[in-house]
């Protein structure tokens, strides 16, 4: 019991320390799960646009800031719905917001660039 004491004593204190300097410099396993991923990566390539993509973002008056920005950085990937193992680019289903979702987007991810096919408003 005396050594458990010792243990919590030490351990409470540094749990403390390394999540307040961890906080401060912006550290968060958040990066590391596969939507999280997907996204960063999505974001990091050259983005090409369908004809019917563009249609649908005039319709619902969406600029590709509002794109980037908001539905794909926030967005949440339907794994159940993409073909993550398609070679060579998988395809992947985002929606956008997470709960009660507005907008579906379908895009490809290859490897030099990303290209968006379908953009369809839920509600």
Do not use: W
Request: include cysteine.
């Amino acid at each position: 019991m005396k050594k458990l004491k010792f243990y919590l004593i030490g351990l409470i204190p540094g749990l403390v320390i390394v999540f307040f300097i961890l906080n401060k410099k912006g550290a968060s396993c958040s990066g590391y799960l596969p939507n999280s991923r997907v996204i960063a990566e999505t974001l990091s390539k050259d983005f090409e646009y369908s004809e019917n993509f563009k249609t649908k973002m005039a319709t619902y008056h969406i600029n590709e800031t509002f794109l980037k920005d908001s539905i794909i950085t926030n967005g949440k990937v339907d794994f159940e719905k993409s073909h993550a193992q398609k070679q060579p680019c998988p395809d992947y289903v985002l929606i956008y917001p997470e709960k009660n979702p507005t907008f579906e987007i379908t895009f490809e991810k290859c490897e030099e660039k990303v290209v968006l096919n379908n953009l369809q408003k839920l509600k």
